[in-house]
């Protein structure tokens, strides 16, 4: 495999520096899942956790970074997740932290961020505007700005679940993973190709927020005007180059799915796998009911990487 940004000796470092708390997720075969989806289905469990997504195993590699080096404070934009995350890694080591998200975003994931401690600051806009209001801020405060998927922390951090899945006893030949800014992606996919190369590496994208999808299938950058989708946790329309560099070395493919199937993958994790979880945790099993005749047969994980939800929408969502 060509070199990517990622190094697999630091990523199993990261393990001794994360918070235990965020390791050794459950994996396990769902085998309720299979009469709906022709395959045999893993699951990744990443919401069982204080933050309940995967990005406090990147958090926690950033802030553990910054405490070392004396800083005490940090700037991030973020859909919901990584502001959690990274309140709540910060606040375990003293630092403060300014989140910057739309107005617009979950209500449960703003205030969720509030009651971790941190500043929230809303722009009217979506997350690329919040993205440039957080440049702006650690400018002029001179702090450090904490952009995830470009931090390589974000990414070996999330790398990590790959470790996991690669050193367990379980048999599988491809690994769904959500695809938005890129992290997990890259992450997950540097260990599969390092340790397992065996498995297919399949991201899993909106086809209201293609703008990564569209980048791996062109090899450059291509970004879009607006995004439309329920996958708040995926919706960038501006990919960064190094990121997209690093997702052509390790993904096999890369497709998008309506928005139907991504709540018909909600509805039948809940159904049939009690998990409550948001849109962009049920892009694997969308991809899942989009394509059967490609995974018939195979055993297939996917990694349920959030579950950070508005009620309401999610009562609309599934019908329940």
């Keep these: 495999m060509q070199e990517t940004r990622l190094d697999t000796a630091r990523i199993r470092a990261a393990r001794r520096v994360i918070d235990p708390v965020f390791l050794d997720t459950p994996l396990y075969r769902c085998e309720a899942l299979e009469p709906d989806l022709g395959c045999a289905v893993s699951i990744k469990l990443e919401t069982a956790n204080p933050v309940r997504s995967f990005k406090a195993r990147g958090t926690e590699l950033v802030t553990s970074l910054l405490a070392d080096v004396g800083s005490r404070a940090a700037v991030c934009a973020s859909a919901g997740n990584l502001g959690q995350a990274l309140a709540w890694s910060a606040r375990g080591r003293g630092l403060d932290v300014t989140v910057v998200a739309s107005r617009h975003a979950t209500a449960a994931k703003l205030d969720r961020i509030r009651a971790l401690g941190a500043r929230l600051e809303l722009v009217d806009g979506d997350h690329e505007l919040a993205r440039e209001r957080a440049a702006a801020i650690a400018l002029q405060d001179g702090i450090r700005l904490v952009e995830d998927s470009l931090d390589i922390e974000?990414?070996?951090?999330?790398?990590?679940?790959?470790?996991?899945?690669?050193?367990?006893?379980?048999?599988?030949?491809?690994?769904?993973?959500?695809?938005?800014?890129?992290?997990?992606?890259?992450?997950?996919?540097?260990?599969?190709?390092?340790?397992?190369?065996?498995?297919?590496?399949?991201?899993?994208?909106?086809?209201?927020?293609?703008?990564?999808?569209?980048?791996?299938?062109?090899?450059?950058?291509?970004?879009?005007?607006?995004?439309?989708?329920?996958?708040?946790?995926?919706?960038?329309?501006?990919?960064?180059?190094?990121?997209?560099?690093d997702l052509l070395l390790v993904a096999d493919d890369a497709v998008l799915v309506r928005e139907a199937s991504i709540v018909a993958g909600m509805r039948l994790l809940l159904d049939r796998a009690g998990l409550v979880v948001e849109p962009s945790a049920a892009l694997g099993l969308a991809a899942l009911l989009e394509d059967r005749d490609r995974f018939a047969g195979r055993h297939v994980v996917t990694i349920v990487c959030g579950s950070n939800v508005d009620k309401e929408a999610y009562r609309r969502w599934v019908g329940h």
């Design 154 to 245: 974000t990414c070996e951090g999330a790398a990590t679940i790959g470790l996991e899945l690669a050193e367990a006893r379980s048999s599988f030949d491809a690994v769904l993973i959500a695809l938005g800014g890129g992290a997990l992606a890259t992450g997950v996919g540097h260990v599969m190709k390092a340790l397992a190369p065996g498995v297919e590496v399949i991201c899993v994208q909106p086809v209201g927020a293609p703008a990564m999808t569209r980048s791996w299938r062109q090899g450059r950058v291509v970004t879009t005007e607006f995004t439309d989708t329920i996958a708040d946790g995926v919706a960038g329309r501006r990919p960064i180059p190094a990121v997209l560099d």
